[in-house]
């Protein structure tokens, strides 16, 4: 979104991450804001290193300027107020259909001469659609329309946002809890849960690097190659080694994921030495123990 904006004008950006990282935003009060800026935009949810905004901080938008959202990857999966954006957009690939459309939230008086640039393409530009006969002014991908209609009914049927608000609670957390508890032997690059994502955990082995490095591929190779996971394997995020993503978007199911859970599991059982270690040194101690008593 930034480098397309650029071609249209200045672009200022806040809470940015020297390293290009971004495990966590920085409090709303620090955000030094461009006042005569004509939008601000975020994306809601960052799927490269599993950080996802779900309490944006409007207080943070000069008053009266349009906020605008990119939310792909989360739509859906928790209450939004659509009110207090002027645009609201999502790829439909990730959450509802095939790729091929949007679907696009804009406030009415955002679709205007007033609002519209002049240099915008036919397909970007809203008034183009708004003014078309039914407001379709060409034929649009049909079968991504009718997937993402039978999709939607398919969520509703379920009990709509809050139903996959709390299936998404307890898939992530499938999966947060056994790194939580793996004694440092997984981590993940965002610790805080305010930024935890619950559409993609990612996350490496110990440090990454080194002896750590060749446990990432090992992992990655059993789960994406001998087992066939896809979009297993992520960038790296400021270590050598890949990172692991977990994918978990509206249709994943729960059961999918206690088989991630279970593979972490064992993988740790059979490559965690320090672990093993540990369990030596306590049988040895009590057998000591029961010698002496």
Request: proline share 4%; aromatic share 10%.
């Amino acid at each position: 979104a930034r480098n397309e904006a650029r071609m249209f004008g200045k672009v200022t950006e806040v809470a940015v991450d020297p390293q290009g990282l971004y495990f966590e935003i920085p409090d709303a009060k620090s955000w030094e804001m461009d006042q005569h800026g004509a939008y601000f935009h975020y994306t809601s949810a960052d799927t490269r290193q599993g950080l996802e905004l779900r309490d944006f901080d409007f207080s943070a938008v000069p008053p009266g300027m349009p906020v605008c959202c990119d939310a792909s990857a989360n739509l859906g999966s928790h209450p939004i107020d659509v009110s207090k954006y002027g645009v609201l957009y999502a790829a439909s690939h990730k959450n509802f259909s095939t790729s091929g459309i949007c679907y696009t939230i804009i406030r009415k008086d955002l679709i205007s001469e007033r609002a519209q640039m002049r240099a915008m393409p036919t397909m970007c530009n809203w008034l183009t659609f708004q003014r078309a006969p039914n407001k379709i002014y060409n034929v649009p991908v049909l079968v991504s329309v009718w997937l993402g209609a039978l999709n939607t009914e398919w969520m509703i049927e379920r009990g709509g946002v809050e139903f996959f608000e709390e299936l998404a609670i307890r898939r992530s957390n499938l999966l947060y809890d056994i790194i939580d508890h793996s004694n440092g032997f997984y981590r993940t690059f965002v610790t805080k849960d305010a930024f935890r994502s619950r559409m993609q955990v990612v996350f490496t082995i110990r440090s990454g690097s080194g002896a750590d490095h060749e446990l990432v591929e090992k992992f990655l190779i059993e789960a994406n190659d001998n087992l066939g996971w896809l979009d297993i394997r992520s960038h790296p995020l400021g270590i050598p080694s890949d990172a692991i993503r977990v994918t978990m978007y509206n249709h994943q199911t729960e059961d999918t994921i206690k088989v991630v859970q279970e593979f972490m599991h064992d993988f740790q059982k059979r490559h965690d030495l320090s672990s093993q270690e540990r369990t030596v040194l306590s049988t040895t101690a009590a057998e000591r123990s029961t010698l002496h008593a």
